[in-house]
């Protein structure tokens, strides 16, 4: 086990009491009320990696990065930055990028290769995300640089593996070819339509519709090569397959810890579920006569008639032999079908070029490895280059299979005192929640009679998942029918930091919800508000409004002092109460509720300072008084929305002044303290600490140009 962390003494000391500061002045600290959310030692934050054929849109960044970014500073503040890995970067293989090089070639005139094809886009992705301030460790790719070197040992380690237990077979399939062009395809170089009832997906590929959906490639409907816009055909191929239907008792039980786990957002644990049914043929009602007829000749099975609304009776069967004998003689009889979303043997290998190779397996060579497993482990690669870059964490494999190694990314990946956040999109569930769960659990050693030098257990991730951010109402993707802005194009008319809190406080962990940019919307009129503004104008106008008033007000009636001592006790009250509801929201990444809270601290805030400063009136101790309480509910309020918006916090404690740096400030160590720990005592005997001069009209939240 790890040793305790550095922070080990922070995280016991903000949950003592401490009733009195170093002015001897009493101070309300008593939390044992509250029942204080625990926090990893350690831990990984992941945002889900965007694909190498093209830029960043709207969604990547609303909804994923955003999120994550803040839940990773906020961790930085709470456990310590040098505990924490935010890790993300480019998904450079697979069919979507070899179809994307494609296109870019014929239709754009591209003339470099297909790794000048990634490092383009993967370039392109690293400026936008920079330009949202998000504050990643690292953000390479998993074909790029030191990261294609770490990645290629990631996948042997992890292919390697879950064969010497196990759990990989050789499963030949029947895989689409076309024959105008002589080439196996894969992923997106076949269109249909999804097989899966009910499915509202607009574009369906070889075994996973733009939904999620997955399904063997001989259930696609309507198939299209991309390559040639003719029907394929097919020919068999032998792969590798990971046994994900063994594990469906085990995925039972972990959807039932999840229910039962009120930090497991419900859309996880329920799409997770979806997935764990036996398998199933749905067959239209007015197919009933034909059934009647191979009943007899069909394995064993139990009949479902359709549900009110729908028009399909199911069968189901005990596994996916059964389905499959079933499928046969429907085929043979011209009885229509589709198949039900169930468990599927999950494709660990593949032909396609442009992957990382497989490690040969029984002689089996000339593999790579399907893009969707390999992306699941490339946070691992992440994690490993990252903390390289910093000087540790370096291993190696020896021909034995024995390490050699410290063991630093193992400290947050399968560490029983680390937790990896994982922030996805709710298309992706299946990958993360369903074959990553059971490939993680397969890759432990269960058998203590089985000597294994270096186990490989891996702690499951905490998935963070966001239903779908839609664009005017619409489901956008870049590759669909709505065109959704590009992160570029809407910092032309609004700053990161208002884009970031409308963001946060949409309530994407509950329900779909449409991004309604006003600039983008061609049905807007010009007098309607922008609804992206609202969080916004609580920056520029609230929270600005009542930095500046601490700032101005020092400067012009106490000498350019900022009054250090402890707040009114209902302040103070107030203030705790709120940093501890924070904490608990933040623990559930409930960032809506975040907004929410945070938005109501500062107008109440401001409100305070505004009623107070009036009734002060000329007195000059009054002033004194106001202006303490004042700097102290900014403090909190500076505390709180960090994570949110840096940029504007950071420029704040600029101004403060303070001979601490701005870790210090924010961390959590000191978040229920006044500014008597930041200043020397021989400022407290003068009476206040010189704060900055705030030149006029400085703002600390500005408003985009194109908003004046």
């Not at 030692?41 to 909804?63: D, E, S």
């Not at 709470?78 to 935010?86: A, Q, S, Y």
């Not at 380690?157 to 105008?180: C, I, M, S």
């Not at 102290?632 to 709180?640: E, G, P, T």
Request: net charge negative; hydrophobic share 40%.
């Amino acid at each position: 086990m790890p040793s305790k962390p550095e922070n080990y003494a922070i995280i016991t000391r903000i949950n003592e009491e401490r009733p009195y500061n170093k002015l001897g002045e009493p101070v309300s600290f008593d939390t044992s009320s509250y029942d204080r959310p625990k926090f990893p030692a350690r831990a990984v934050v992941t945002a889900g990696m965007p694909y190498g054929n093209k830029g960043l849109h709207f969604g990547h960044i609303g909804g994923v990065f955003v999120p994550a970014d803040v839940f990773a500073r906020f961790l930085r503040d709470r456990i310590g930055e040098e505990n924490v890995l935010f890790i993300c970067g480019t998904d450079c293989y697979g069919s979507p990028i070899e179809e994307g090089f494609r296109q870019a070639v014929r239709d754009k005139g591209f003339s470099g290769t297909i790794s000048d094809f990634v490092m383009e886009n993967h370039n392109a992705q690293a400026a936008t995300l920079k330009s949202y301030n998000i504050s990643l460790d690292i953000y390479e790719g998993s074909a790029l640089g030191k990261c294609k070197e770490n990645h290629d040992f990631i996948t042997d380690l992890v292919v390697q593996r879950l064969y010497d237990n196990g759990y990989l077979h050789k499963v030949t399939t029947a895989q689409f070819f076309d024959e105008e062009t002589n080439s196996f395809l894969n992923g997106r170089q076949v269109l249909g339509r999804c097989p899966v009832p009910d499915c509202k997906s607009e574009q369906a590929y070889a075994d996973e519709c733009d939904l999620g959906h997955q399904y063997m490639p001989a259930d696609l409907i309507d198939p299209i090569s991309a390559l040639s816009n003719k029907p394929p055909v097919t020919r068999d191929v032998t792969n590798w397959y990971f046994d994900l239907p063994g594990f469906r008792d085990f995925l039972k039980e972990h959807v039932r810890h999840m229910q039962n786990d009120t930090d497991t957002r419900s859309v996880v644990s329920t799409t997770i579920d979806e997935f764990l049914v036996h398998p199933s043929i749905y067959v239209k009602d007015e197919f009933s006569d034909e059934y009647d007829k191979v009943i007899s000749i069909l394995p064993n099975h139990r009949f479902f008639p359709a549900e009110a609304g729908k028009t399909s009776f199911e069968l189901s069967f005990a596994d996916l032999d059964d389905r499959d004998k079933a499928r046969a003689v429907f085929d043979a009889n011209k009885i229509r079908y589709r198949t039900g979303k169930t468990l599927v043997p999950f494709r660990i290998t593949g032909n396609i070029k442009w992957g990382v190779a497989a490690p040969v397996i029984e002689n089996f060579e000339g593999l790579t490895v399907w893009v969707w497993p390999e992306s699941l482990w490339a946070p691992i690669t992440f994690s490993k280059t990252c903390l390289e870059n910093k000087g540790v964490g370096v291993e190696t494999l020896n021909p034995s299979r024995s390490w050699t190694t410290d063991r630093t990314w193992r400290d947050f990946w399968c560490s029983d005192d680390a937790i990896a956040y994982q922030f996805i999109g709710q298309d992706n569930i299946y990958f993360y929640g369903v074959a990553q769960t059971a490939m993680w659990e397969a890759l432990a050693n269960r058998d203590p009679e089985v000597h294994i030098d270096e186990p490989l257990n891996m702690k499951q991730s905490q998935l963070v998942a966001n239903y779908h951010l839609l664009f005017l109402d619409k489901k956008a993707s870049s590759s669909g029918k709505v065109k959704p802005p590009s992160g570029a194009e809407m910092l032309d008319y609004y700053t990161v930091e208002q884009l970031r809190a409308h963001f946060l406080a949409l309530g994407l962990s509950l329900k779909p919800v449409s991004f309604q940019p006003k600039a983008f919307n061609p049905l807007a009129k010009p007098n309607d508000a922008d609804p992206v503004l609202k969080e916004g104008l609580l920056l520029t106008n609230v929270f600005n409004r009542l930095a500046r008033s601490c700032f101005y007000a020092a400067q012009k009636d106490n000498g350019g002092l900022m009054p250090v001592g402890a707040p009114s006790p209902e302040i103070l009250e107030a203030a705790h109460a709120t940093i501890l509801e924070y904490e608990r929201l933040m623990h559930r990444q409930e960032f809506h509720s975040v907004m929410q809270l945070v938005s109501e601290y500062i107008r109440q805030a401001n409100k305070l300072w505004s009623d107070a400063i009036k009734e002060a009136g000329e007195d000059h101790d009054a002033k004194v008084v106001v202006l303490k309480n004042a700097f102290y509910l900014l403090k909190v309020c500076a505390q709180l929305m960090h994570p949110v918006v840096p940029a504007g916090t950071e420029m704040i404690f600029e101004y403060l002044n303070l001979a601490v740096d701005a870790k210090k400030f924010f961390s959590w160590e000191y978040v229920f303290d006044g500014y008597e720990v930041f200043v020397t005592d021989e400022e407290i005997q003068r009476g206040g600490h010189p704060v900055k001069e705030l030149p006029p009209r400085t703002d600390f939240f500005a408003r985009h140009p194109s908003q004046y």
